[in-house]
C-alpha cells in the first residue's frame, strides 16, 4: 500500500458500565451498556467498513462492549487488547496509531473517555456536514462512535490530519 492509501479510523468508547465495589479497572457493562453494545455493532456494520484491526483497551467493559458489538458486524477484524488505551491521553493514542502497520487500511480504537474524545477532536481537522457540531455538542457519551479518515501513512498521523466523516451516539438510533 503507498503512502496516499486512503484511511479510517474509528474510535469507540465504551457503553455504559456499572459502578460495583470492584477496581475501575474491573468495571462491567450496566445492563443499557449491553444493550447499547448490541446498537453500536449494528452501527459499525451499517458502515460498511470491513476493519483490518480492532485494538481494544484491557478493561473489562471495553472487552465486553467489543464482544457484543462484533457479534453485530458482517466482518470480525484481527483484535489486539492493548494495556495502553486504557487510561490513555490523545498523545499517547496517536503514538500507538503512529505504531500501526501499514498494511492495515481500517482500525477501530476500542477505548475510554477523555482519551477518545479528545482524540477524535484533534485528529479532525475537518469534517463532513455538521459531524463536528453534532460531536461537540453531544460530548462523546458511552457508546458513541467517531469515524475519521486520514491518507498517507500511519507513521503520518497527527492532530489534524483527518477529516471526521461521521459522529453516532446510541441515542442517534
Known amino acids: 500500500m503507498s503512502a496516499e492509501t486512503p484511511r479510517r479510523i474509528a ?48 478493561a473489562a ?15 470480525r ?3 489486539h487488547y492493548e494495556e495502553r488505551v486504557y487510561d490513555a491521553s490523545p498523545g499517547e493514542l496517536i503514538a500507538l496509531l503512529n505504531e500501526t502497520s501499514d498494511e492495515v487500511s481500517d482500525l477501530l480504537v476500542i477505548g475510554h473517555n477523555p482519551g477518545m474524545h479528545a482524540l477524535a477532536d484533534a485528529l479532525s481537522g475537518s469534517a463532513e456536514g455538521d459531524t463536528l457540531e453534532h460531536m461537540t455538542r453531544t460530548g462523546f457519551p458511552t457508546g458513541a462512535l467517531a469515524v475519521v479518515s486520514f491518507t498517507g501513512s500511519w507513521k503520518s498521523v497527527e492532530p489534524g490530519v483527518g477529516t471526521l466523516l461521521d459522529f453516532w451516539t446510541p441515542k442517534d438510533h
Request: net charge positive; glycine share 4%.
Open 11 to 58: 474510535l469507540l468508547r465504551h457503553a455504559k458500565a456499572d459502578w460495583p465495589d470492584v477496581s475501575d479497572h474491573d468495571r462491567p457493562l450496566a445492563e443499557r451498556g449491553r444493550k447499547d453494545a448490541s446498537a453500536v455493532g449494528l452501527k459499525l456494520a451499517e458502515t460498511g467498513i470491513a476493519f483490518d484491526l480492532a485494538l481494544c483497551s484491557t
Open 61 to 75: 467493559r471495553t472487552r465486553e462492549t467489543w464482544k457484543l458489538a462484533v457479534q453485530e458486524m458482517p466482518h
Open 77 to 79: 477484524p484481527k483484535t
